[in-house]
Structures are given as C-alpha cells and as structure tokens.
C-alpha cells in the first residue's frame, strides 16, 4: 500500500494465488473490474515469470520459487479458512439494526492471532527472493500489517463497529470521486502504464512516507465533509496507528 511498487507487489501477490493451483477459485474478471481502468493486470503466465525472475535475480536457490508459491497457497486457504466474506457481510448486515456489531468484530478479531501467523510464515517463505533492502521493507510492512490488524481490532473490534455504526461506510460512498482524487493526486506517478516487464524493489523510504501522509491528509480533509465528523477522526487514527513504530513513523502528522 504505499508506492507504485508496493501496489505492483499487492497485486502480483494476489494474482499468484491462482497460480498456485487455486485460480479456478478466483474470478480474474471480477478482479479486474475493480482495478483502476489505467491499471493494466498481467496474465498469469507474466506473473509466474515476474515472480521467477525475480527470485532469480536476488541470487535466490533453485527451489526458492517453488516454495514461494506453495505458501501462496497455504497462505491463500489460511484467510478462506478465517473469514468467508460474504457470510461477514451478511453477519454485518445483521447486526446493524440490533446495535451488535461489536459481537461480529469480536468473533473475527478472536483469529487475528492465526492470521498474523499465516502471514509471518508466507512472508519468511519469499525472503529468500527478496534483496537485502527489501527485506527490510518485509519487517516494516509486517509491523504496519500487525498495527493495522490492531487498529481494527482494540477492544474487540469497538473502533470499526463505530465507524459502521456512525455512517463510516455510508460517508465513504458520498465522498467517493473526491477520495478516488486524493489517491490519483498523490499516485499518479505510481501506476504502471504499460505491463510489467520486472518487479521493482520493494522499498520506503522518505518520499513513500511522504506521499502516504499526503494521501492522509487529502482522505482526512475529504471525509471531514461528511455530516458525521467520527468517520474523518477515524480514517486519521488509522494512519497514524498504522505508521506507528515504521519508517514512516517522523512523518507521520498532519500538515
């Protein structure tokens, strides 16, 4: 989530599931429907040659690919197994009228525990394709993933039970083309505008730090239109938390 790269690793990650055996499992035009039109998405044949290269590249062993995408796969059933998404849709749906939100976040956030070890195992399976930068970016991205996961889930899933409950969902639709802009705005220069022919490195550094609190900023200041102020105060916490403890950490206020 930060930069161009980490978008471009985002979804070759994603898209590597079906390669891993499971892509009749994955509805790719579904996927596609829901990337930006300027976002072009790789074939899976490009990504499995990407994602060889790449482990190629860093000086990887011969069966470091094949381990790679093996824990994509174990990673990919691991959140099937946790969370089916339209059964927490539904659940969600369910709650609202009888104000128990906080009893389906707290179901979820039970797992969160199992879920940061499924992403700990995956990310220590594709170290070996990663250079020695990179690997850094892995421990700063798994600090960011473990704060957003704690985030959501303080007190048993109360913030995100809030912000549904106080039009959250319902202030992100009214000001949708306005928070589509703030991503535009500040990653224009990010989006790929022809196939990948290799994966960038995977870094973040000051100017990705600075760009994310740009994106803050602009998200903050757009929701902040809404009737409901909780959504905006929310959003902002949620950056701020997410940033907490990574290299993004100094930068990390509102300008």
Do not use: W
Not at 63 to 69: G, I, L, P, Q, V
């Amino acid at each position: 989530m930060f930069a161009k790269n980490l978008l471009r690793f985002a979804l070759l990650a994603f898209i590597a599931n079906a390669i891993a055996d499971v892509s009749n499992q994955i509805d790719v035009d579904a996927i596609r429907e829901r990337l930006p039109a300027n976002l072009p998405l790789p074939s899976m044949d490009e990504v499995e040659k990407l994602l060889r290269d790449k482990c190629t590249s860093a000086g990887a062993p011969s069966d470091a690919y094949d381990n790679a995408k093996s824990a994509a796969q174990t990673f990919f059933e691991c959140g099937q197994g946790l969370i089916d998404i339209d059964q927490f849709q539904q659940e969600v749906e369910a709650a609202k009228p009888t104000g128990d939100l906080d009893t389906v976040f707290n179901k979820y956030c039970r797992k969160r525990s199992t879920l940061i070890e499924c992403v700990n195992t995956f990310a220590n399976a594709i170290d070996p394709c990663l250079e020695s930068e990179e690997k850094v970016f892995k421990t700063s991205g798994l600090d960011i993933f473990k704060n957003l996961l704690n985030f959501v889930c303080h007190k048993d899933g109360d913030q995100i039970a809030l912000f549904i409950a106080e039009k959250g969902p319902e202030c992100f639709l009214e000001q949708k083309n306005d928070l589509i802009a703030c991503f535009n705005n500040t990653f224009s220069g990010y989006v790929p505008e022809t196939t990948l022919t290799s994966i960038p490195k995977l870094v973040l550094g000051p100017k990705q730090c600075e760009d994310f609190t740009k994106l803050q900023n602009c998200m903050v200041r757009e929701l902040e239109q809404c009737d409901e102020s909780t959504p905006a105060n929310l959003v902002e916490s949620l950056f701020r938390y997410v940033k907490k403890g990574s290299p993004c950490a100094s930068n990390s206020g509102r300008k």
